[in-house]
């Protein structure tokens, strides 16, 4: 036997929660926890809880089996239905990620070209069109309404892009 | 007969789901919850002192323990299981002291003897709510556990987490502790 227990502290705790505790159970136990100071104090614990526990199972209400069962069902529904579409939401994210980078290589690819383009339109209006400076004229517009095409195309995906991810649960 | 409305179809789509991923049929579940809700509620209850929150408690300890994908060997492991779950629930949900003093429960008695022995049971009640307030979370455990619910020291070991053989020594004190409060509460 330990310091910390007696091996009869078990037989006392459970005439205690059986209700045999003390006048229907082994005379020797209760003669052995009159004597066993773990004992004593174990039965007084045991009976304070016991008591307390059949006090409260009176008043205790739980909620019916189904009631906790069809609120689990719910929830595991809502989790698996979570679970399911987490793939597909880092598919979105990455179907997207794909178009941003394609563009940007893109733009990236046809930048430096679009000088050598403006020459070109130049040369082939100066041989066409009545001046120079109508040439020139219509480079700089072509310029720049080549650059708003270009941002107009970005805010067009990475708008529906932007959204998805803003208004979407996960 | 009845008309079958959309939520009946929900019901129903949750409960195929609801087969397919808890450890048991509905009907061994309410075999299971009619022999269990009532030591889990209370137990919930007296750890955290909060009704509302023992309510919420109790929802999630069942729908953990419906989910566990754990093969059990008999049925002491399954409830010892589920009350290892609501410890560890008790324990994430630290913040509130032990519980609020209960109203004294002295009911319509029909005499003054038996009014005597309520008021009596009553206070040794409030002595034991007190005494075990002031206990750590962990002690309220082992010892409800232990002494309320009749658990061996290896069951609550594996309950809350420790040590078997450390189990005994922390027991030990706890009870100590908790005795040296109720003789205090007595004196004062």
Not at chain 1, 133 to 140: H, I, P, T
Not at chain 2, 1 to 23: K, P, W
Not at chain 2, 80 to 90: D, E, G, P, Q
Request: overall charge neutral.
């Amino acid at each position: 036997m330990s310091a910390y227990d007696c091996p009869r502290e078990q037989d006392v705790v459970n005439a205690v929660l059986g209700g045999r505790w003390p006048d229907r159970c082994d005379e020797s136990l209760v003669a052995h926890a009159a004597s066993c100071l773990s004992c004593r104090e174990v039965a007084q614990v045991s009976m304070l809880l016991h008591e307390d526990v059949d006090h409260a199972r009176i008043d205790v209400i739980v909620p019916a089996a189904g009631q906790i069962w069809w609120r689990a069902a719910v929830r595991a529904r809502l989790e698996s239905t979570h679970a399911a579409a987490r793939p597909m939401t880092w598919m979105h994210g990455i179907t997207g990620a794909i178009v941003i980078g394609a563009m940007l290589a893109l733009v990236t690819a046809v930048w430096p070209m679009i000088p050598e383009l403006m020459s070109t339109i130049r040369t082939i209006g100066k041989d066409y069109l009545p001046s120079s400076e109508v040439a020139s004229a219509l480079a700089g517009g072509l310029r720049q309404s080549l650059l708003i095409g270009s941002i107009a195309a970005v805010l067009l995906i990475l708008t529906p892009l932007a959204l998805y991810f803003v208004l979407s649960d996960d | 007969m009845r008309e079958i409305t959309l939520t009946d179809m929900e019901r129903l789509g949750a409960f195929d789901e609801a087969e397919r991923t808890f450890q048991m049929t509905e009907e061994a579940f309410r075999s299971f919850y009619e022999l269990t809700a009532r030591p889990v509620r209370v137990y919930l209850v007296r750890m955290t002192g909060d009704d509302r929150l023992a309510d919420d408690l109790l929802q999630e300890t069942y729908y953990r323990f419906l989910r566990a994908n754990v093969a059990f060997s008999s049925d002491d492991h399954r409830r010892n299981y589920l009350f290892r779950i609501a410890t560890n629930l008790v324990h994430d949900h630290r913040r509130k002291p032990f519980m609020e003093v209960p109203a004294a429960a002295i009911a319509e008695v029909p005499d003054a003897a038996a009014a005597a022995q309520a008021a009596e049971r009553a206070a040794r009640r409030l002595d034991l709510h007190r005494a075990m307030e002031r206990l750590k979370p962990r002690e309220r455990s082992m010892l409800w556990l232990a002494y309320a619910q009749g658990w061996s020291h290896e069951e609550i070991a594996s309950a809350i987490g420790v040590k078997t053989a450390s189990m005994k020594a922390m027991l030990h004190r706890a009870r100590q502790r908790l005795v040296a409060l109720l003789k205090n509460g007595e004196r004062s």
